[in-house]
């Protein structure tokens, strides 16, 4: 598609003007998010009169620190590829890694706009709310219908497909995002296979790990590139 | 010992259907607040149209993987607290590893107190992410992440922009991957589910996305393109169903 020009939004608004707007409104709506999430726990401990065993909750939270640092490694690992509206509303409905953010990244390539522009902005933050809305649909009419669906979903004919329907998914992505850039693929792919196999470290702790080194590596590709038509250009 | 009608109770229900209609409605208004900006820009509004139905018919498969999760986490906490928990900032690599770190076992050997504990950190292991995005989000953007956009095209055809964004795809897509091949070193000493399966499932929609890809360049079906990562990834899970 073609995109909207610069002069075209500076006469509506400038970005920054934009990006201010999307932060007041996503903090907004992320905080009421968060009063509900804590709502849930509290709720549930006064209908049934009882407190949690905080001890417990302690001891769980030691064990599950990969995950609380994860969840501030996603912001920093996720966010470029969501953009800032989406990032709000993908931090409030989950499932980022396997769902909200290939479906972003999907819509905007199916529609043909830029990342960072505001049109890539827009396509993004449409494509996570739409694709929060179906899966809240699929998980509500699954919960409805649980009972009679449980024996289908769970039939041992069906369950290796299910089992491996992330697989299936990341098998597929990665034909597509990789044949843009494979000079950038066997660094991150050995690296993760090696620590897989050396450390058995899982994908929360190697996905950052091999964002970093990833962008580092396309970084210096970058600059060298640079300097080449730099050199060029003055020849 | 808890009654399984406690955790499956009409209230717990009740709490489910607020949480999933504060996502929907959150989620229209993100909508309804494109179109407008949309609009306002000159965008042409059929992009965004586009946009909801490449998202929905993209969403619809891995949904029922996620409601798989709840089927799966319902027999030790009921059916209402995962559902709550995967509408909302929910993952079920992360809920299944919060509620074993709390209790193992059935539904009906779990004390209110253990329930009560579970449901708490499920929600406050979770939480770091929306804070974090909350308070430090907005600071993140500003001083690394507005300087990789650009809004001229000549200026963004040589940013860093696209690049660090691809690179960090391509890291996230290895990282599954690597734990997929990885399982290869376990032919012969586990199932062929938890060995050599996912590799291959990996290369048959692999494979199945590079034809899909050159039937729309050979052919012009744009339409095809919507399709081709859901119809992959059908291709790959149905080929688990004979290899398994």
């Keep these: 598609m073609t995109n909207i020009t610069n002069d075209k939004i500076e006469n509506t608004f400038s970005y920054e003007e934009y ?27 006064l209908a049934l009169k009882e407190t949690p065993d905080f001890i417990q909750v302690g001891q769980s939270m030691l064990a599950l620190i990969i995950f609380l640092a994860s ?8 966010a470029p590829l969501l953009g ?38 827009l396509v993004s933050s449409v494509a996570i709310a739409t694709s929060s809305i179906v899966t809240t649909l699929v998980l509500a ?30 098998g597929a992505l990665a034909y597509k995002y990789f044949m843009r850039d494979l000079k950038l693929v066997p660094l991150p792919l050995i690296l993760c296979i090696a620590l897989q196999v050396a450390t058995g470290l899982g994908k929360s702790a190697l996905i950052p790990l091999a964002a970093v080194v990833t962008v580092l590596f396309a970084w210096v590709l970058f600059k060298r590139s640079q300097a080449k038509h730099e050199s060029q250009g003055s020849i | 010992m808890m009654s399984t009608n406690i955790a499956n109770s009409w209230w717990m229900y009740c709490i489910g259907a607020i949480v999933c209609l504060f996502v929907l409605s959150g989620s229209l208004i993100f909508i309804i607040k494109a179109f407008q900006d949309g609009r306002r820009i000159g965008m042409d509004i059929g992009y965004l149209k586009k946009t909801v139905i490449v998202s929905a018919v993209f969403s619809f498969l891995p949904s ?65 992410g929306p804070l974090y995005c909350l308070f430090g989000f907005k600071a993140y953007d500003k001083k690394f992440l507005s300087k990789t956009r650009g809004t001229d095209a000549g200026e963004k055809k040589h940013s860093f922009g696209p690049i660090l964004f691809n690179a960090a795809f391509i890291a996230m897509i290895s990282a599954f991957l690597a734990e997929d091949f990885a399982k290869l070193a376990l032919v012969g000493k586990a199932t062929p589910l938890s060995s ?49």
């Design chain 2, 196 to 244: 050599y399966v996912p590799a291959i499932v990996i290369f048959i929609s692999f494979f199945s996305m590079a034809i899909l890809d050159l039937i729309v360049k050979k052919t012009g079906w744009q339409w095809l393109g919507s399709f081709s990562l859901g119809l992959s990834m059908l291709v790959g899970m149905i080929s688990a169903i004979f290899l398994a």
């Design chain 1, 141 to 170: 009419a699954g919960v409805i219908l649980l009972t009679p669906l449980t024996p289908v979903l769970e039939s041992p004919v069906l369950s290796p497909a299910f089992e491996m329907a992330f697989t299936a998914l990341f």
């Design chain 1, 19 to 45: 990006n201010e707007l999307n932060h007041r409104f996503g903090r907004i709506f992320l905080s009421m998010a968060v009063c509900i999430m804590l709502l849930v726990p509290t709720v549930i401990c």
């Design chain 1, 84 to 121: 800032t509206r989406g990032t709000y509303l993908a931090f409030t409905t989950g499932n980022l890694v396997n769902l909200k953010v290939p479906c972003a990244v999907n819509a905007r390539d199916q529609i043909g706009v830029e990342h960072g522009s505001i049109e890539g902005e």
């Design chain 2, 64 to 128: 029922i993987s996620i409601l798989i999760g709840v089927i799966a986490l319902s027999g030790v906490i009921g059916i209402p607290l995962p559902w709550i928990r995967l509408s909302v900032i929910g993952a079920l690599h992360y809920e299944g590893t919060a509620v074993g770190t709390v209790f193992s076992g059935a539904l009906t050997s779990m004390t209110i107190q253990q329930f009560v504990t579970i449901a708490t950190v499920m929600t406050l292991g979770i939480l770091t």
């Design chain 1, 71 to 78: 969840g501030f490694v996603e912001v920093i690992t996720y």
